[in-house]
């Protein structure tokens, strides 16, 4: 159980070299994207209920006060999988400019739940990849959770300095765009069909100095009530503009997103 527990944290993850994934939803998302836990811990009316689920083997049936013990939540739903570490977030392949990549680059997002909505947005808009400097761990519960497993899905790279990795993606041809709430482009402005990097930063003090420096600044305007967006809210109205302009298609299903939206 401590071992269990200790999943809860990066020191223990890292250690184990696994993941926590609580709820129903990831462990479909497991057998969707033909991912092998390790282990499915479940209360015995959740197995009575997901018979198609436990297909998925090895599996253990728990008590419910158990299952509590091991899951972070208040209210688990009654399964817990383990899950090998699906990376160590230390490479990627390398980019194809010819394909015209959007990156994601985070300098700092420290709120798990943030973390885990740009994630699901990222996958959603179809984004090549996602850069991390620093902030929330993806492989923690929260992020999971809030990502609804698109963290299993993405190409994620940490980046121990967010600043060599926008150096880098300057000097292979990508623009490079810092969102920042005030004083850049409209959105809408920007030529998001070239290969391009997008800067969000963090909740409470913004994006580093450094990284402003390296870039085009962009900011969606709002009323001046409030004096910022939230960051996975801002990323969300960028990202689908870019999809709006490029008549992108929807990530994995290869149909034209205007062509579905009709005339
Ligand atoms: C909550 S904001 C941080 C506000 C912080 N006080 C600052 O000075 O930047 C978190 C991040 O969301 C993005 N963001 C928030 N509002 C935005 C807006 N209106 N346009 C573009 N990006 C925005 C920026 O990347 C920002 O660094």
Redesign the pocket.
């Known amino acids: 159980m401590a071992k269990l527990r200790s999943l809860h944290q990066a020191k223990g993850r890292k250690e184990q070299n696994l993941i926590l994934l609580e709820g129903t939803h990831l462990l479909q998302e497991c057998e969707r994207l033909r991912l092998e836990p390790q282990l499915i811990c479940s209360t015995d009316i959740w197995a009575q209920r997901h018979q198609y689920l436990m297909k998925l083997t090895p599996r253990q049936i728990v008590s419910p006060e158990v299952l509590c013990a091991m899951a972070s939540t208040e209210n688990p739903d009654g399964v817990v999988s383990l899950l090998a570490m699906p990376s160590d977030l230390t490479s990627l392949p390398q980019l194809d400019l010819a394909a015209k990549p959007l990156l994601l680059a985070l300098?700092r997002v420290q709120d798990p739940g943030n973390l885990g909505t740009l994630l699901r947005t990222s996958l959603a808009a179809g984004v090549d990849q996602v850069w991390l400097g620093g902030g929330a761990d993806p492989w923690q519960p929260k992020v999971l959770r809030a990502s609804a497993g698109a963290v299993l899905q993405l190409q994620l790279r940490r980046w121990p300095s967010l600043v060599a990795g926008i150096t880098t993606a300057k000097q292979s041809g990508l623009q490079v765009l810092?969102?920042?709430?005030?004083g850049?482009r409209p959105?809408w402005e920007v030529d998001w069909q070239l290969p391009s990097v997008l800067?969000?930063?963090?909740?409470?003090?913004?994006?580093e100095a450094e990284l402003i420096d390296e870039a085009q600044l962009?900011?969606?305007?709002?009323g001046q009530e409030v004096?910022?967006?939230?960051?996975a809210v801002?990323?969300g109205l960028?990202l689908m503009e870019r999809n709006r302009q490029t008549h992108r298609a929807i990530h994995g299903r290869g149909e034209s997103l205007i062509a579905e939206m009709g005339p």
């Open positions: 300098d810092a969102a920042v709430q005030r850049g959105y800067l969000l930063g963090n909740e409470g003090a913004g994006l962009v900011t969606v305007p709002h004096e910022s967006l939230n960051v801002a990323a960028m």
